[in-house]
């Protein structure tokens, strides 16, 4: 099997994987190596064909191979670029990528309108994550912005063009997981956009599944729209039986109020089983659900601060005493 080093980590992977792959497999081989793995806005393991749009997974190959070690000219879309035995991959490392990586995500904010604060994806949001991290604090772009006034396209969804950045996921799991795909992008360059046919409404049991791909704000859910911050909800997996989809999902608490229900997702934000729209939007009482125990969140999430305190805190309500050690020891647990 080939061997590939990866900012100067080492693995050995199957014939076949990709760049991106193998850095996924040092992250879930070592948590703590995790940021070798570049972002993807588009990509999405489980649906084919997706990546090579956004381009914000570029990498600098400073050796093809063993059998050739010249390196690759230009940087490289880790998702669609293979392993090569004796390959080396520069990129958390090498301050041309991150440049250039800062050039993609400044073309990919000059029509977003970064509505964070009103956005219902805040908190949750790859592209804010990618924004802080590689985005410049102001704009260099002089012209125009592209606006769309906001669409429902269903009952259940809401689509903000404006905030749309093309990256076609919805558009997969619409053609690869649904029974009808009546919406895709119209038009060229500057101009498209995410549209559905004259008089068509998105309606099909899985359609719900474009939210929990969108990797930004521009497909919400409507039954959950202005509810609540992501950040102070309670994510519980839960599960029930279910004839069209495996059931497993998280629900997202206020009290004992469900606010939404969504499909669980991996460590990469991808989510793991696609869950039907009975599920998703019907299924909002508590008792409808089966609470298997509280979501585990990455800590380098927002959601993950607040659900850490809230455990904390739970702990002493069960306990009757404050013998939770960080609160013994006088710390803040939203500081750690």
């Not at 629900?251 to 109020?257: C, N, S, T």
Request: aromatic share 6%.
């Amino acid at each position: 099997m080939p061997k590939v080093t990866i900012d100067n980590i080492e693995i050995e992977v199957p014939e076949g994987t990709t760049i991106l792959q193998a850095a996924r497999m040092i992250g879930e081989r070592n948590s703590a190596e995790r940021y070798v793995a570049p972002p993807t806005m588009c990509f999405y393991t489980s649906l084919k064909g997706s990546g090579g749009y956004c381009r914000t997974c570029l990498v600098k190959v400073v050796k093809g191979s063993d059998k050739d070690p010249r390196p690759m000219p230009k940087p490289v879309v880790s998702c669609r670029t293979n392993v090569m035995d004796g390959m080396v991959v520069e990129n958390t490392i090498n301050a041309e990528l991150l440049d250039a990586r800062s050039g993609v995500t400044e073309f990919l904010l000059i029509n977003h309108p970064l509505d964070c604060p009103i956005c219902d994806q805040a908190g949750e949001c790859h592209l804010q994550d990618l924004s802080y991290e590689h985005g410049l604090a102001t704009s260099r772009y002089q012209f125009e912005r592209r606006t769309f006034d906001p669409i429902d396209i269903g009952e259940t969804i809401k689509l903000h063009m404006t905030r749309c950045i093309l990256c076609y996921r919805c558009v997969k799991v619409a053609e690869q997981i649904t029974d009808g795909r009546v919406h895709g992008v119209i038009n060229r360059g500057d101009v498209a956009e995410i549209s559905t046919y004259i008089e068509q409404a998105i309606d099909n049991d899985f359609s719900g599944n474009m939210i929990d791909v969108c990797p930004v704000g521009a497909l919400t859910d409507r039954t959950f729209r202005f509810a609540a911050r992501v950040w102070i909800t309670k994510p519980m997996d839960a599960h029930r039986n279910c004839d069209k989809c495996s059931g497993k999902t998280v629900v997202w608490l206020k009290g004992q109020e469900v606010l939404r229900v969504t499909g669980r997702k991996n460590q990469w934000g991808e989510v793991e089983e696609f869950i039907c729209n009975t599920c998703r939007f019907e299924k909002k009482q508590l008792s409808d659900w089966t609470i298997e125990g509280p979501r585990n969140i990455d800590r380098h999430s927002v959601i993950s601060q607040g659900h850490y305190v809230q455990k904390v805190e739970q702990r002493v309500l069960t306990s009757g005493t404050p013998n939770v050690p960080e609160l013994a020891a006088g710390k803040n647990p939203k500081k750690n």
